[in-house]
């Protein structure tokens, strides 16, 4: 095994050659760079530790980049090519000696190591070390080459195809998701990406565009990918907007109002009524003037759908985390303490209610919802990249920041979705927001009729089920 200081030395004597290298193998160096892209929103602020000759932190166009790298030779490189950024000649596991300006101090949005933890002396406190640059909602993006392909690798250094690498340090994917939850931080996904480094024409959308990500072959992709974030060790209080879409719902209003439990910081009901037919807005208005206490808004819808409503709603809003309740009391409402709980005490970023656990009501859901609701379950799981039960339950908790920039990024997937569910969910797993799901017992509804058609809507879904593969995972 190299010493540290001999790791040092050799990555000082191979920068002169590093761009000759990268060129020779730029697809593959091209296609880490495309997807640590497709992570990043651009204008993010993002330090890269390990930056090197500094190609991969200019690529993902931060507002501000900082790159750390404990080879003068390489930061000198990084600082000729892009004088844009900001480079420092540092060791990560001594970061706490290392002097940086206000700019430096404040949080980062992304944390980048790429093709780094196989190469660190001590993997484990450099990534203590990263609590210094991290806050409540840093993502540490991880890159790392599957151990699976040493062998490979090793071969690919004795014929000239990969420049030599010092000896690495041998990570399983079950390591770095164990070293990352012993310093304090939670994997949100983990995937592989790249069956094929190297450049073949149709060949490489064949192998890394499609196989790569099916089941199964996705165990042998070259590189693990890591998304995590900082776990929040303290439960916060938040002021809270309720948003409740009413269409047809007149004789449910009251008894909502009635059963909505007391928390947060505040509460504030935004009710979006959306064009009845049984007077349910003038039934709304009656309930604000019973409750002269609460804080009520109410919005006449001016679009149509579910999902119109709730962004409707959305906009109205002016709590710092916001919760959709439908109103036609299907999910209970005393169950959004369950919600804000999870919410509050950082367990999620993205709070989804889970109706498929408990035993339901008998005419709560129909078969075919039911059948149609597992198979989104096993399908969604597999698109996003974490655990998901229940994709179309209406009771849904996030915070209004987070709202914001999925809104910001609706451009990505297109205004499609007429329920809301898929487009808040789309939007989350883009985000790399931590998605946890609450079980919730399903209630028949007790007035009025369901506005889901079965077979129109199930093929809308499906579509959007194809739509979304393409722009999720197959990317």
């Not at 730029?26 to 500094?54: A, Q």
Request: aromatic share 12%; hydrophobic share 40%; proline share 4%.
């Amino acid at each position: 095994m190299s010493s540290k200081a001999e790791v040092q030395h050799y990555f000082e004597s191979i920068a002169a050659t590093r761009l000759v290298w990268k060129k020779r193998n730029r697809f593959y160096h091209r296609s880490l760079e495309n997807y640590f892209t497709w992570l990043i929103p651009v204008s993010s602020r993002v330090m890269e530790i390990g930056c090197g000759t500094g190609d991969l932190l200019a690529a993902v166009r931060p507002s501000y980049g900082l790159g750390i790298d404990f080879s003068e030779n390489m930061i000198e490189i990084a600082r000729s090519r892009y004088p844009e950024l900001n480079f420092i000649q540092a060791d990560i596991e001594e970061s706490e000696h290392l002097v940086v300006s206000e700019n430096e101090t404040r949080p980062f949005d992304y944390v980048i190591l790429s093709d780094l933890l196989h190469i660190l002396w001590d993997v484990q406190k450099s990534l203590q070390q990263l609590k210094r640059y991290c806050g409540t909602y840093t993502r540490i993006i991880i890159s790392n080459y599957n151990y699976m392909w040493e062998p490979l690798l090793r071969f690919g250094e004795l014929i000239g195809l990969k420049q030599k690498s010092p000896n690495s340090n041998w990570l399983t994917p079950n390591d770095i998701r164990n070293l990352l939850e012993i310093e304090g931080f939670q994997v949100i996904t983990n995937t592989r990406k790249i069956l094929l480094p190297k450049y073949i024409p149709f060949m490489n959308f064949i192998f890394n565009r499609v196989l790569v990500n099916l089941p199964l072959l996705n165990y042998l992709g070259l590189v693990n990918f890591f998304v995590a974030r900082p776990i929040q060790n303290e439960r916060k209080d938040y002021k809270v907007s309720i948003i409740i879409p009413a269409k047809n719902e007149k004789g449910n209003i009251e008894q909502l109002m009635n059963r909505i439990p007391v928390f947060g910081l505040s509460r504030e009901f935004v009710f979006v009524e959306g064009q009845s037919e049984d007077n349910t807005y003038e039934e709304i208005l009656r309930v604000k003037n019973l409750y002269p206490r609460e804080k009520i808004t109410v919005v006449r819808q001016t679009g149509k759908g579910k999902g119109n409503a709730v962004r409707e709603g959305f906009e109205a809003a002016s709590g710092e985390a916001m919760v959709i309740l439908d109103a036609d009391l299907t999910t209970p409402p005393e169950d959004l303490m369950k919600f804000y709980s999870a919410l509050s005490e950082g367990r999620g970023e993205f709070i989804n209610g889970c109706r498929l656990v408990y035993p339901m009501e008998k005419q709560a859901m129909r078969f075919l919802n039911l059948m149609a609701n597992r198979y989104f379950s096993i399908f969604f799981t597999f698109l996003l990249g974490q655990r998901l039960k229940d994709t179309l339950c209406g009771t849904k908790m996030l915070f209004k920041q987070d709202y914001e920039k999925i809104k910001a990024n609706r451009t990505y997937f297109g205004e499609f979705d007429p329920f809301g569910d898929f487009d808040l969910l789309f939007g989350a797993a883009k985000l790399n927001l931590k998605i946890t799901e609450v079980l919730v017992r399903y209630k028949e509804r007790k007035y009025g009729s369901t506005q889901i058609s079965r077979f129109r809507h199930g093929l809308l879904l499906l579509r959007m089920s194809i739509f979304a593969a393409v722009k999720l995972k197959f990317n």
